[in-house]
């Protein structure tokens, strides 16, 4: 549940450094007294991450098999300027403790080189306070082939007191174009009995989200950071879930902080995982909990439809491209003429359909007039005529709507597919983005036009209304997809030519259904 209210001081307290007391403060300090920040570096061929022992905050990202599109090296999650992420407070009646910026002991000191298929390793962070019996210990288990990092954590010394875990100031840029990337941007999360909502950070507010949630994410258009509740999903129980979060305004222009609350168990004890990484389908579905719906395919009203329809697409899309050697843009356009083959029958049964009505609409004409006042007998001479020529009403429309689901799920999946990003095919520099030349929208467009001309010639009466869709729909098409992915242009301009074959084979088909003998009918049944 979300309250668009401004968190109050007794719901998030305010958040002093921890110090010793008064009396035990130096009047000056020393440089000496304090360690020197050092920075560790734990490296996969997955990762790079780099930990300040300060704070424990977590300073660079880099995703190591994916190129930055905005500039020379690897994507870094940790946008500049942010003055680290993972950092964590303890909250404590009124009081909170913040450990986001005091030293810690790191072991290893020297960091982790994990190696393809070698075992998980451990970085633990230590914070011993000076002058009481206060003690926090974090430890960050990383495997060399997960995103998924397991963190486990004990505070001494204090009563149950609340964990905060500052999730950072969204993503970085890291696409070639970043008014696109901003429009995605956004933070989401999945209440363990509302379910999935995400808010747009060009939407947000500083509010409070309650829970129980089971994870709460940061993303953009590719990449995701997110915290899930517990070590894992069987262990986690009512009391191990994350108990909210809460959003503020970042010291970042147009970006909001985000940090999870969750309660420490009564040993002071308390387990979660970070997922850092992109927003590969199968990756996030074998973590669970719905989470690689973090980017959300259509409508919320429609997504129980589309999902089971996503997943396929997805899952065909992967394997024709593993398995067959194909680069994804050779993909993409099978798969345009693929669907217009297995759609075809389905076309051509709604062809068949309509030209059916067609066909009965003088004699459905005739019955109207002639039983306009009796409607009892008008619905049953109406029934006897449909059982006569096996006409049905809504056969023309069914086959049509039948793979609409499909083709929507293939709409959002080809528009935000992290499989197409940075992939170049002929002179597109990059399938998930849109066409620099504008070429393939013009082309999209083109082949709309040739494919409802053809239709339309092969009828014998003119319909206006279709005559205006054949020139308004074209230009319409274009405007809406010259700010699209190519890689979307791309599926939808081949499957429009794949389609115009079968709509002069359906047009030839249409003139000869049309040249046939009128249909007449059996003498009406007698009254009664």
Not at 131 to 140: G, H, I, K, L, N
Request: hydrophobic content about 45%; overall charge negative; proline content about 7%.
């Amino acid at each position: 549940m979300v309250t668009e209210t401004e968190p109050s001081a007794e719901v998030v307290p305010t958040m002093p450094e921890i110090a010793p007391s008064p009396s035990e403060v130096p009047e000056t300090v020393e440089a000496e007294a304090l360690p020197e920040e050092k920075r560790v570096v734990v490296s996969s061929p997955l990762y790079r991450f780099e930990f300040s022992n300060y704070g424990a905050r977590l300073h660079a990202a880099e995703m190591s098999q994916f190129e930055a599109l905005n500039h020379d090296g690897l994507v870094d999650l940790i946008p500049d300027g942010a003055e680290g992420y993972l950092g964590q407070k303890l909250v404590v009646g009124s009081d909170t403790l913040d450990l986001s910026r005091v030293p810690f002991t790191v072991e290893p000191e020297d960091g982790l080189a994990l190696e393809a298929g070698a075992d998980a390793q451990i970085l633990r962070f230590t914070y011993q306070h000076p002058t009481s019996a206060f003690r926090f210990e974090t430890e960050y288990e990383f495997s060399p082939d997960e995103y998924t990092i397991r963190v486990r954590g004990r505070a001494s010394g204090l009563d149950r007191p609340q964990l905060l875990t500052d999730l950072g100031d969204g993503l970085a840029f890291a696409e070639a174009d970043s008014a696109m990337e901003a429009r995605e941007m956004g933070y989401v999360y999945n209440h363990v009995q509302e379910g999935i909502d995400e808010t747009l950070t060009s939407k947000a507010e500083r509010m409070i989200v309650e829970g129980p949630l089971l994870w709460g994410a940061l993303r953009n258009k590719f990449f995701l950071l997110a915290i899930l509740a517990g070590e894992s999903n069987e262990a986690t129980t009512e009391g191990g879930y994350l108990g909210g979060l809460l959003v503020e305004e970042s010291h970042l222009p147009e970006r909001f902080q985000v940090t999870a609350a969750q309660v420490v168990g009564a040993e002071g004890d308390f387990a979660y995982r970070l997922f850092l990484g992109p927003q590969d389908f199968e990756i996030l579905s074998a973590i669970g909990w719905d989470i690689q719906n973090v980017n959300p395919y259509g409508w919320s009203f429609f997504q129980v439809i589309l999902k089971p329809f996503v997943s396929l697409i997805t899952t065909i899309l992967i394997w024709v491209h593993s398995n067959l050697n194909l680069g994804y843009g050779w993909v993409l356009i099978l798969f345009g003429v693929g669907m217009r083959i297995v759609l075809f029958p389905l076309n051509q049964k709604a062809m068949k359909s309509q030209l059916k009505n067609m066909a009965v609409q003088p004699l459905m004409k005739e019955i109207q007039e002639k039983y306009k006042d009796n409607p009892e007998k008008q619905a049953k001479e109406m029934k006897k005529l449909y059982t006569e020529h096996g006409f049905n009403p809504l056969g023309g429309c069914l086959p049509m709507l039948l793979p609409w689901p499909m083709l929507v799920a293939f709409f959002f999946v080809f528009q935000s597919t992290i499989e197409l990003r940075g992939v170049p095919f002929l002179w597109l520099p990059d399938l998930s983005t849109k066409d620099p030349t504008f070429v393939l929208p013009f082309f999209l467009g083109a082949s709309m036009f040739l494919m409802m001309y053809v239709s339309h010639k092969s009828m014998d009466t003119p319909n206006p209304q279709m005559k205006m869709m054949m020139y308004m729909m074209p230009p319409f098409m274009i405007f809406i997809f010259m700010n699209l992915a190519s890689g979307l242009n791309l599926y939808y301009a081949t499957a429009n030519i794949a389609t115009i074959p079968q709509q002069m084979y359906i047009a030839k088909q249409r003139k000869k259904m049309q040249g046939m003998k009128p249909l007449g009918r059996s003498p009406p049944s007698p009254s009664r």
